[in-house]
């Protein structure tokens, strides 16, 4: 088991390394290439955030927990995943933005892993990617800080969350055994 860093661990990370994406989309990169395919290689999603001559051997050795963590949590029996986005005391406005960011990463990393448009893909996850697609280009959002916003938002994030571990259970259903095995 790896260590599990939380939003603004991954942010430190990434100002270290001269990294101008946010720990949303990285994260969401990474649930993107391993949903496709539970082998692809913490190397190969590196490359996509960081600049060879950018390399802090301290720090890469850190971020690639957010990797590591991912596919644990894609592979994990309880449907463990949980999404990498600033704590509930932030202004919703910056939580959106990283939800947002989250799903612009999710796209890229599937693209990423060959996947050319959502045609192929059964029914459910298609659905599921065509909203993580409107949700990637809503751009602003006009909510107010209340607590019905944030219980919109919550549950933006648990569909977002169980619909992940669909995509990944649906394209790669037997990921689960070959982990444990």
Known sequence: MCKYLKYNEVQTILVKLDCNISPA????????????????????????????????????????HVFTQAREQLTDSNLGLELLLPND??????????LQEWCQGLLYGI??????????????????LQ??????????????????????????????????????EEVQPSKLETAIH
């Open 25 to 64: 989309e990285i994260q969401g990169l990474a649930y993107g290439m391993l949903s496709m395919n539970i082998t692809n290689k913490d190397t190969d999603w590196l490359n996509e955030l960081i600049d060879d001559n950018n390399l802090d051997k301290v720090a890469t050795t850190e971020l690639k």
């Open 89 to 98: 005391n932030e202004l919703l406005a910056k939580r959106l933005t990283a």
């Open 111 to 128: 693209a990423l892993s060959g996947l050319k448009d959502f045609s192929s893909l059964p029914d459910d996850s298609r659905e599921y």
């Open 131 to 168: 909203d993580v697609a409107q949700i990637a280009r809503s751009g602003d959002f006009d909510l107010e800080e209340n607590e019905e916003a944030e219980q919109s938002f919550h549950e933006i994030v648990e569909y977002l969350r169980v619909g992940t571990l669909l995509l990944s």
